[in-house]
């Protein structure tokens, strides 16, 4: 009992990390139709400049919202000096909604190399600002921690303010508006340039916190070339894509369950087929249903 309880307690807690990479990709996508393989490499950033706010402030609870802060920064910049200018100039041609996506992969590239020249190609080291140690319910301890509890505290938090904005805000329904239909919001008076920069933006804070709580909430080291980034970015993507690429909510069940499936292969299985099963599971999903547990209808509404 205890083993199935811990299975659902790390498969819950994967679960919630990935959910906020899923909501950034998703948020890109609905707002430029781009697959940004870059948000790993964004992640990365705001982790390090985390890092240097850690050891300038000696607080993680300050160095958090700057890091998100600076990460949706960077986002905005990316979505106004870079991917607009290339979707405004690749509208034609074989290759045309397929430029921007190649730009992300190049971005990625470039981010990891300019970690690795200003910090060095060693992993840096971030203590966890709460403990790791299970809690205990007699004389058994769980898989679930202070830590991985302020991790799903503050996925919980950031789905249910993106869900309050999205809902019952005019900025929601702007955003909603563009990711349906720019032509027509454009029509009506919105800005959706600037609406889609908003999209990045929060993408960029939803990046920031995903690669800082991974972080701690791991091993607590992080390099350049870290294959928890790379798998942070996969995994994310998977959930998006099965819990469906135009919804918020898809892209949280897509996550749980993505983080529930991965969790029961590696306890009761082997945990040298987790990366075959995600990618198993986005076949099988794709197969079944291509549009994801949440159909392109219910995401535009979400």
Known sequence: MTQFIDMLLIGIGAGSIYALMAIAMVLVWRSTRVINFAQAGMALLSTYIGFELVQRTGNFWIALPLAMI????????????????????????????????IATLGLLGFIRATIGFIWGNQDIQIQPPLSKVGFKIGEDTIALSPMNLLVLLTVIGMVLILGFIFQKTSLGLSLRASAYSPEIAQLAGIRVGAIRTIGWAIAGAAGAAAGLLQTVNGTGAVSPDSLEFSLLLTFGFIAAVIGGLESLPGAVLGAVVLGLVLAVVQIYISGTLVFIVAFALLLLVLLIRPQGFIGAKAGRRA
Do not use: D
């Open 70 to 101: 600076l990460g949706a920064l960077f986002s905005a910049l990316v979505e106004i000096l870079l991917i607009r200018t290339l979707i405004k100039h690749s509208t034609t041609g074989p290759v045309a909604g397929i430029v921007p996506i």
